[in-house]
């Protein structure tokens, strides 16, 4: 399986060119909008279907939440347009609540994709690498969730003692994570609070959600292809070259997310 990264950010703003308005005339709002970055997966099934979707609902079975909320493009590339159940198959998938943004590598026009709903086309997106189904049978007796049980501290801050891998997801929607070790390209860490990373951050972190502008990133090596604290977002072609591969410190003022560098600490450096 592979997966898509699709970002893009931008701010706009806009007054309207009409003549001065008068006085029974409302003024012309001022025009705002914020670009997101997601991740979306790409599945891509394989004849016989009645096989794949035999394994995707084991998948599910394994790990209940992970296609909630996420969106999905589906690349038939594999398969043909007299590919048995092609034509049921969009509706399968529907009934699994799996979320379709799209739909790659076939032609609209194969008599068994007649009544399938086509989404808008999406352009610009960049592979990002494989993605590591979770194995287990339940989220709750994940080594992921172990750990982070195992290592809460306090109520609002959880510590994870291994390296974050491409594919995975550590959330701590109320309060501060703390990484020992690397978040992979692919990965993504989202806290409601402050975000630590004391190895290379590849991946995505998202700090300060549900309006929690203050909520910081710190990572001792900064490759990280996102950025956001409070919704506003800083993509890896926007971070300052600088900055890339040293320790950063990342916060929000007015209204961007901005990098800035942290002093390297040699071993050989002590506090007296």
Same mark, same amino acid.
């Given at each position: ?83 048995? /159940?092609? &034509? =049921? ?8 609540? +799996? !979320? %379709?943004? $799209?739909?790659?590598?076939?032609d609209p026009s194969w008599p068994a994709l007649a009544g399938w709903e086509w989404p808008a086309a999406l352009n610009g997106g960049r592979p990002s690498g494989a993605v ?49 070790? /690397?978040? &992979? =390209? ?8 402050? +975000? !630590? %990373?004391? $190895? ?49 410190q990342i916060c929000l003022k007015d209204g961007k997310v901005c990098v800035l560098p942290l002093p390297s600490i040699r071993p050989s450096e002590t506090n007296g």
């Open positions: 399986m592979d997966s898509t990264q699709l970002h893009g950010i931008f701010a706009l703003m806009s007054h309207s060119s009409a003549p001065h308005p008068n006085k029974n005339t409302p003024e012309a709002l001022r025009i705002r909008a914020r670009g997101r970055s997601f991740l979306a997966l790409v599945l891509t099934p394989e004849a016989p279907l009645d096989a794949w979707l035999k394994g995707l609902d084991i998948q599910i079975s394994h790990s209940v939440n992970f296609f909630n909320g996420r969106p999905i493009i589906i690349d038939l590339e594999l398969l043909d347009p007299q590919t048995e /159940g092609l &034509s =049921s198959f969009l509706a399968a998938l529907k009934e699994r609540k +799996i !979320h %379709i943004i $799209g739909i790659e590598g076939a590591t189904l979770p194995d287990s049978p339940s989220q709750k007796n994940s080594p992921e969730s172990e750990s982070i049980e195992q290592n809460s501290y306090s109520p609002d801050t959880i510590i994870i003692n291994r390296p974050v891998r491409s594919g995975q997801t550590i959330e701590n929607l109320n309060g501060n994570i703390i990484i020992i070790g /690397g978040v &992979s =390209s692919g990965a993504e860490v989202i806290a409601g609070g402050f +975000i !630590h %990373i004391y $190895g290379t951050l590849r991946g995505r972190a998202i700090a300060g959600i549900n309006h929690r502008p203050h909520a910081q990133i710190f990572t001792t090596r900064l490759e990280a292809e996102l950025l956001a604290i409070d919704g506003y977002y800083l993509v890896a072609e926007e971070i300052n070259d600088a900055c890339l591969g040293h320790p950063a």
